[in-house]
Nanobody, 123 residues
Framework: QVKLVESGGGLVQPGGSLRLSCAAS????????IGWFRQAPGKEREGVPCIKSSDGSTYYADSVKGRFTISRDNAKNTVYLQMNSLKPEDTAVYYC????????????????WGQGTQVTVSA
């Protein structure tokens, strides 16, 4: 059984930082793309970053380039999302997703999802 568990969400002030973790079990990260999606109230779910667990290639949405960094620790089967310079518009539920997508940003190309972790950026 494939399982993804997110953690690390919480409340942070604008300009602050937060690190999210996605722990995977039931499969190896080696042949999967692990992505982070987010969904704010009233908005569509959007891809944020992705990392290919096979070679470490990374991709980022334009809105988070230079602020967010995705990384992995294969020994722990964990992917991290370091979020810096957070803005109120970053407030959303963040989901970890895994699959073998052709286009990393399309949510329907991922077949395994975590439960999500809430990130709130507010003063």
């Amino acid at each position: 059984q494939v399982k993804l568990v997110e953690s690390g969400g919480g409340l942070v002030q604008p300009g602050g930082s937060l690190r999210l973790s996605c722990a995977a079990s039931g499969f190896t990260l080696d042949y999967y793309c692990i992505g982070w999606f987010r969904q704010a109230p009233g908005k569509e779910r959007e891809g944020v970053p992705c990392i290919k667990s096979s070679d470490g290639s990374t991709y980022y949405a334009d809105s988070v380039k230079g602020r967010f960094t995705i990384s992995r620790d294969n020994a722990k089967n964990t992917v991290y999302l370091q979020m810096n310079s957070l803005k109120p518009e970053d407030t959303a539920v963040y989901y970890c997703a895994a699959g073998g997508p052709t286009n990393w940003a399309l949510q329907d190309e991922y077949d395994c999802w975590g439960q999500g972790t809430q990130v709130t950026v507010s003063a």
